[in-house]
């Protein structure tokens, strides 16, 4: 597509070839597409395998089924596999949306405004769901395994967009469907396959906004991102690199009749459709914010200062996080590192685009010191982004249609494969035989023993989750996470234990205390935070144990109740 001198587009219906050689002929804007002579998905589609082996493309309904349907079913079958385990922190936003379907208000505990979520949209989802009479398990697990298939399909569509499906079918898609941070946190009650549904989705509008000859008026990938903006607060960042890298200049880069060009983006980053782009998005994200300040009087929720003040040990925890999961994930990441060449050499503005994307999670994981949780629920962004890389590294290869390279690239995604595979296998039964029947026997022990023995009130405890939910008794998060005092003292995550935390512990005088002990005397607690607690001179004078959780190895969660507490004598 060439521009008049006054920079008008000259609409033409010229073959790809004729238009391949206008985009080669105009260099000042950039490489041309290697492809553009003769590009291998404009060939005459394969009708036999011998074509295929040739290098002819797929025709459409193969790509389809091979692209899309088979990794869809895979993925359903891996989520089905741990579909019986809820990750504890799933029921913090549980009740958080039980408490507002009630009507009492935004709340963990009830009259108390903390911010100890970070999943707006998805709670109000959940609250929804309750509201109509609907269980919050069962709907947060249908919304994700649902959001997951849909993120599926965002990551076949812009597969085929980034560089359009020949040969070889959509590799992302199986990527994603075969490993357990996507199958696996797409229900276990989170919000995150809802997330990464959203930003995949943002992301292909808004490079079917910016493609040659488009029409569309209305940027609705700002509004996409802005729901991503109240469901996680790291979405501004993935509109904000996209809209810097594929607009801030005077070219970019989009498609049209299955062909990459390079054009002039209309406006710019500063244009009229960039604006309203960013209209869109601030519209949903500034009324949130807004709602924020009047509702909980701060602008940032409480879960960010419980999980942050202390950056050394978050990059140290942060780095072995995202070390420990490249490890897992396997050498099959390696390859889009090949995707990042062709855009740097190339100028393509919308690989680099996708690269910049994947490099700002891992950068973001490092910062925030990783996650808690099994298997890497933070890499979660970060993978289709990955995979889409590494889907265009080995299609480039195979429709280069060397019979050395393809014999190379076939045997080493073999070897990753089988790699990928073994280890989401591992990781399904340590979830199902490890993680579940740990959080079944401590949580849902615990859980159990307060609704049989004691008598309603606040329980001070660090996994707030099911034991808040399924009790509804007050919480002392000894965490911080729902707790204004304790998320404030100096510590990071888990760490929050100077003179003010166990004086924040005897100034609420809570009737229990969860010790965690490794031993099943309740006399030796193993993790700091009960290490502190147990050891105060004012613990043992006030409370006194009253029940024991046993676990696996000896351990145990001990209730500890306050002596002038009423109820039943102690064991």
């Known amino acids: 597509m060439k ?78 596999r741990v579909l019986s385990f809820t990750i504890d922190d799933a029921y913090i936003s549980y009740r958080y949306a039980r408490n507002l379907a009630r009507g009492l208000g935004l709340v963990y505990n009830a009259g108390e405004r903390i ?10 989802i959940l609250a929804g769901a309750i509201k109509i009479g609907l269980d919050p398990d069962v709907t947060a697990k249908v919304l994700g395994a649902g959001s997951a298939l849909g993120a599926l399909v965002m990551m076949y569509r812009l597969s085929d967009r980034l560089r359009p499906l020949a040969a070889a079918p959509c590799l992302a898609t199986w990527l994603a469907a075969t490993t357990v941070v996507f199958s696996g946190y797409a229900v276990f009650g ?26 569309r008026a209305l940027p609705w990938s700002g ?44 406006g710019g980053f500063f244009g009229k459709q960039n604006l309203l782009r960013g209209a869109a998005f601030v519209l949903p994200v500034g009324a949130h914010l807004a709602f924020r300040r009047a509702y909980y009087g701060t602008f940032v929720p409480n879960t960010f200062s419980a999980k942050t003040g202390n950056w050394s040990a978050q990059l140290d925890g942060g780095s072995a996080y995202v070390r420990d999961y490249v490890f897992h994930a396997g050498p099959v990441l390696y390859l889009g590192i090949f995707a990042i060449a062709i855009g740097l050499v190339a100028r393509r503005r919308d690989l680099l685009a996708v690269s910049a994307i994947a490099l700002f999670v891992l950068g973001y994981v490092i910062a925030v010191g990783g996650d808690w949780m099994p298997f890497y629920r933070f890499m979660a962004p970060f993978e289709p982004f990955a995979f889409l890389l590494v889907c265009v590294s080995a299609r480039v290869i195979v429709d280069r249609r060397s019979q050395a390279a393809n014999v ?31 959080w079944k026997m401590a949580a849902g022990g615990t859980t159990k023993w307060l609704l049989e023995n004691g008598q309603p009130g606040e329980i001070a405890i660090g996994d707030i989750g099911y034991v808040g939910y399924a009790t509804d008794y007050p919480i002392l998060d000894l965490l911080g996470l729902v707790d204004p005092v304790i998320s404030k003292l100096e510590g990071g995550y888990t760490r929050k234990l100077g003179p003010g935390f166990t004086d924040r512990l005897f100034d609420k005088r809570p009737p229990y205390v969860l010790i965690i002990s490794s031993n099943i005397d309740c006399k030796h607690p193993s993790v700091p935070g009960s290490q502190v607690i147990y050891r105060d001179r004012r613990f043992l004078p006030a409370y006194e144990i009253a029940g024991r959780v046993p676990l696996d190895a000896g351990f145990a969660w001990c209730i500890y109740r306050r002596k002038s507490t009423p109820g039943t004598r102690a064991p």
């Not at 995949?200 to 029409?215: D, K, Q």
């Not at 996680?232 to 996209?242: I, N, Q, S």
């Not at 594929?246 to 054009?263: A, D, Q, S």
């Not at 190379?408 to 579940?436: C, D, P, W, Y």
Request: glycine letters at 8%; proline letters at 8%; hydrophobic letters at 50%.
């Open 115 to 124: 911010e100890g979520y970070t999943n707006f949209l998805w709670t109000v």
């Open 408 to 438: 190379a690239l076939a045997a080493f995604l073999t070897v990753a494969f089988s790699l990928r595979i073994g280890n989401m296998h591992v990781a399904q039964r340590q979830i199902v035989e490890k993680e579940e029947r740990f």
């Open 223 to 266: 509004l996409v991102f802005g729901l991503a903006g109240i469901t996680r607060p790291e979405a501004p960042a993935f509109v904000g690199l996209l809209m810097l890298v594929l607009l801030f200049g005077r070219e970019t880069f989009g498609t049209k009749n299955g062909l990459l060009h390079v054009l002039r983006a209309p």
């Open 3 to 80: 521009r008049t001198p006054e920079g008008q587009e000259r609409d033409s219906d010229a073959d790809a070839e004729a238009e391949a050689e206008e985009a080669d002929a105009d260099d000042d804007r950039g490489e041309p597409d290697p492809d553009a002579a003769d590009p291998p998905w404009r060939r005459p589609p394969a009708e036999t395998l011998r074509d295929w082996l040739a290098g002819a493309p797929l025709p459409r309904p193969v790509h389809l089924v091979l692209g899309l349907v088979l990794p869809a079913v895979v993925l359903l079958v891996n989520a089905g």
């Open 190 to 215: 989170l919000e995150t396959a809802f997330f990464v549904f959203l930003l995949l989705a943002g992301t292909w509008l808004f490079l079917r906004e910016i493609e040659p000859g488009s029409t």
